[in-house]
């Protein structure tokens, strides 16, 4: 029996770069196939590919044993193909049905949208493959975990029989990563074939039926995650060693550094999103911030970085009152800030590398004397980091739009950690990277702790709290419900803990 | 994959002005004129009796017909902008000084035409720098024209080295304050410049009016037009009449260069792109977002006032109605031209200088209406604005990165 589909020797370049390079890649009629790489190893170029959205140079695409040209998404689909990204594409404003429609709309008399006819069929799909939803119901009425699904809907809906799934569980907590999975099975069940891109080794082991290594556009290995280990798998992704644990050194903590009293911020619309919240970090040791997405973590660092107005409360940093300081005094003070969203607040996109990587400082000497711009100073500082954090470019007038994500969070690591600071404040730093990059910046973030810095991690990532932390505070719709030593913690304590679950040892003391 | 090796340090304006243009792709502008003013010529064919006679005749003589008119027209076009070749050498020939300055003062009128449009192209480049789309220029010219002709001929008794800067000063400060308005609305209320800068037009254009026929107007004159300025406030001209180049082209370039200094040189320019890029990464980097729009946009303003009292000490030497007669929506088209740099903005402002010059005596030559480089700037506009159809056109491959003609921030660009 055919595979279900086939890639032979698909090669393609831009120019600088052979980004895909000869790679063969089978996948069978039912089979969970895992695609693994690091950032730029050449995933995202090949999925796009058998997407229709790029063209290769060199090789074919076999789909059932018939070679099939796929020149655009439209012959994708034609195919049986269809891809649910990583980001979202669904209109908030429009309903399950709208969303799964659009392009594929069906009418009556000759014109008029027939809505009915198509919330049937959606039905039918959530009925046959368990996914629970209400073709009626407004996307952005919906958490994550089921947009996602309606995601999948638009692609049963083109009866693709190919689901490609990018980076699906990056956006989900615990619990709906065991319902997509469960998920998953039930379309392998129906005659389904899934290729599944990530970078959560422990998922990979866990769902997958056959796992393919992808590195510097090459094909590295195909394993069986029943022989395969996480640390083969991340040796095989990075090339070299790759340490998934970290060696924290004994910790030695000093005076308060951060003091956070009865802080109360608002939510953009108006509701509570920070509840009168307690802690303190102190110097030369890790706070980890525990929670799912949405109990009140960005409010929070963006009222402590002077990005958000807090309503009432006191943030002390060094005994100095910061509450309502803007960022460029709290920046002057010592603060690093790493935001939760890179490209969003951490970078301009539009500006060259070195630009970038003075962010925050240009307005100082040596960097520029009174308004005039050394340009010079900029660019030698420029190219000592890049050296010096291991940034990939080719240099650095590139614009910082065409870094892989790694690499612009290592701009931003390297930006913050080269002047001397007091307080390091990390959100979610290592989201959406590869394993090579975590690895650096987990290091990186440890060495400040070790020199004394205070560091307050915000992450949704429970693996990475755990290993960073040295004591944990559970963020729980807006309270702190919780502080642990890390020591002591165990992931199930912790999970409970993040879904709102208090035992009675755990209750805070305050 | 090796590093390239990193380019200069000493990065000149040229050079980071091609980078940017070789970066967002030349050829897509280059094509975008050029398929402009084919469909230019198209459209005068088209508008054409003759062509349609020459058709019922025959398919071939119909498109001769229609190739030698796009031919005749462009060819006044051009010889409206820079003169024609065989004037020029008869009048250096014969040696008369009035007939050299006839034959190359289109030419000149030209770079006359260029002026208004540098400091106009200059103002909507600011904002769009800033994220802004500055539609108010042609009213921040009105009101720099009134504040420039009033402080040429109110303010007696200064020597002209102190008149004329004095004189473009109120110029801009005029446009400046028409800017300040809805700078300071957007940074604190978040209205839309481009409903507060229209409203604002609609205010100068009235505002002229009246002040042309009651508290600004010549006494001795009966339509509504200011007092002459006086001598000593008038940009000198370079040559006797009736060439009208003055210095006002180079005052042009001199601000032009001015602002090219202050974007990619200074801290408040880097402040004012980033401000433009990224509010966000802005806000995070603890420049305030609101004084940075609001100076932008006063400066964006002061740049087009000083478009209007460039015309009215140079040009007119007094002002009145419906002097400026779209420089400053043209302007708009040309900031996208030029790509928003101040280099760029100077090469547009020359190409929509002589285009407009040369449409005058086209007109006159061969009939055929000014209109059609109205049209001839529409079609390059959209075709700037909207690469994909160049690229569709003509199966240019798309560039690997987003390419922004502009990041608008009121439409969450």
């Given at each position: ?90 209109v908030p404003v ?250 969003k607040?951490?970078?301009?996109l539009g ?160 | ?123 909507v480049?600011?904002g769009f720098r800033v994220g802004l789309f500055n539609i ?46 809805p700078?300071?609305l957007k940074a604190?209320t978040g209205a839309h410049e481009v409903i507060t800068t229209i ?76 401000v433009g890029s990224n509010t966000n ?8 977002v609101?004084?940075?729009t609001?100076?932008a946009m ?34 708009i088209?040309?900031a996208l031209?030029?790509?928003s ?44 604005a909207a ?15 987003n390419e922004d003609i502009v990041s608008l921030r009121s439409w969450k660009g």
């Amino acid at each position: 029996m055919a595979p279900v589909l086939e890639l032979r020797g698909i090669t393609k370049r831009f120019p600088g770069v052979l980004a895909n390079d000869h790679i063969n890649l089978t996948v069978e009629k039912g089979e969970i196939h895992a695609l693994l790489g690091e950032n730029g190893a050449g995933k995202t170029t090949l999925m796009n590919i058998l997407y229709g959205l790029y063209h290769p140079d060199e090789g074919e695409i076999l789909v059932n044993g018939n070679i099939t040209a796929i020149k655009s998404p439209i012959d994708a689909i034609k195919a049986g193909i269809g891809m649910v990204h990583q980001h979202f594409m669904l209109v908030p404003v429009f309903t399950v049905t709208e969303n799964v429609m659009l392009g594929e709309e069906f009418t009556k008399y000759g014109g008029v949208l027939d809505r009915a006819k198509a919330a049937q069929k959606v039905q039918e799909i959530s009925d046959k493959y368990n996914l629970n939803i209400d073709p009626n119901a407004y996307i952005k009425d919906m958490p994550v975990g089921l947009q996602q699904r309606v995601e999948i809907i638009k692609l049963l809906f083109r009866e693709a029989n190919i689901l490609i799934m990018d980076e699906p569980t990056a956006v989900l907590t615990p619990q709906e990563v065991v319902e997509l999975f469960k998920i998953m099975q039930t379309l392998i069940d129906q005659g389904k074939s899934i290729i599944f891109i990530t970078h959560k080794l422990g998922e990979v082991l866990e769902s997958a039926k056959k796992i393919t290594v992808i590195r510097g556009g090459k094909v590295v290995g195909s394993t069986d995650p029943k022989t395969a280990t996480m640390n083969e798998l991340a040796n095989m992704m990075v090339g070299r060693e790759v340490s998934l644990e970290v060696d924290k050194e004994i910790q030695k903590t000093g005076e308060i550094v951060l003091e956070v009293r009865d802080l109360k911020v608002l939510d953009p619309r108006g509701g509570v999103a920070v509840d009168e919240i307690n802690f303190e970090v102190r110097a030369g040791e890790v706070l980890g911030i525990a929670g799912v997405q949405g109990n009140g973590q960005t409010e929070l660092v963006r009222s402590l970085t002077g990005l958000l107005h807090a309503i009432d409360g006191t943030v002390l940093l060094s005994g100095q009152d910061i509450t309502h300081s803007n960022p460029r005094q709290i920046t002057e003070l010592g603060t690093a800030h790493i935001p939760e969203d890179r490209q969003k607040d951490g970078l301009v996109l539009g500006l060259p590398i070195s630009d970038n990587l003075v962010l925050n400082t240009y307005y100082l000497k040596p960097y520029s004397k009174g308004i005039w711009l050394d340009q010079k100073v900029i660019i030698e500082t420029g190219k000592n980091l890049v050296k010096s954090f291991d940034i990939r470019t080719p240099s650095v007038f590139t614009p910082a739009s065409s870094l892989s994500g790694g690499n612009q969070q290592k701009i931003i690591v390297a930006r913050e950690f080269s002047r001397p600071i007091k307080l390091l404040i990390a959100s979610q730093p290592t989201r959406g990277l590869d394993v090579g990059s975590i690895e650096y910046i987990h290091n990186r973030l440890l060495a400040k702790r070790d020199e004394g810095c205070a560091v307050l991690l915000v992450s949704t990532e429970l693996d990475e709290v755990m290993q960073l932390s040295d004591r944990i505070a559970v963020l729980y719709r807006g309270k702190i419900i919780s502080i642990l030593d890390a020591k002591n913690a165990s992931k199930e304590q912790l999970g409970l803990l993040m879904a709102g679950i208090i035992g009675e040892t755990e209750k805070v003391s305050r | 994959m090796s590093p390239e090796k990193p380019q200069e340090l000493k990065k000149n304006g040229l050079a980071i002005f091609w980078e940017e243009f070789s970066r967002s792709n030349f050829t897509v502008i280059f094509l975008a004129i050029f398929t402009g003013i084919f469909l230019g010529g198209v459209l005068v064919a088209a508008t054409t009796t003759e062509v349609y006679d020459a058709f019922k005749v025959s398919f071939f003589s119909g498109i001769g017909k229609a190739f030698t008119t796009a031919i005749n027209t462009y060819g006044a076009l051009i010889t409206g902008a820079i003169g024609n070749p065989q004037k020029i050498q008869a009048a250096f020939a014969s040696g008369d000084a009035l007939l050299i300055r006839r034959a190359i003062n289109p030419f000149f009128e030209s770079l006359v035409q260029t002026t208004p449009y540098i400091f106009a192209g200059l103002s909507v480049a600011l904002g769009f720098r800033v994220g802004l789309f500055n539609i108010g220029a042609e009213g921040q010219i009105y009101i720099g024209a009134l504040t420039g002709v009033w402080a040429g001929y109110a303010i007696p008794g200064l020597p002209p080295i102190i008149h004329i800067p004095v004189a473009m000063l109120c110029g801009a400060l005029g446009g400046a304050l028409w800017g300040f308005v809805p700078g300071l609305l957007k940074a604190k209320t978040g209205a839309h410049e481009v409903i507060t800068t229209i409203m604002m037009n609609y205010i100068a254009f009235r505002l002229s009016d009246w002040l042309l026929k009651g508290p600004m107007a010549d006494p001795n004159e009966v339509t509504p037009k200011t007092p002459w300025i006086l001598p000593s406030a008038e940009l000198p001209q370079l040559f006797e009449a009736p060439i009208r180049f003055h210095i006002g082209f180079f005052i042009a370039l001199f601000v032009a260069f001015v602002v090219y200094l202050l974007l990619f040189k200074t801290t408040w320019g880097m402040e004012l792109r980033m401000v433009g890029s990224n509010t966000n990464a802005a806000q995070y980097a603890g420049i305030n977002v609101t004084s940075r729009t609001v100076i932008a946009m006063v400066l964006a303003g002061g740049l087009a006032g000083m478009a209007g009292s460039n015309e009215v000490l140079g040009i007119n030497h007094r002002l009145i109605p419906a002097f400026s007669s779209g420089y400053g929506f043209d302007s708009i088209a040309l900031a996208l031209l030029g790509k928003s740099h101040p280099l760029g903005v100077v090469l547009a402002a020359l190409l929509f200088g002589f285009l407009r010059n040369g449409a005058r005596s086209m007109q006159l030559t061969v009939g055929v209406p000014t209109d059609i480089v109205s049209i001839l700037q529409a079609l390059i506009l959209a075709f700037i604005a909207a690469p994909a159809i160049i690229r569709t056109i003509y199966r240019l491959k798309t560039p690997n990165h987003n390419e922004d003609i502009v990041s608008l921030r009121s439409w969450k660009g």
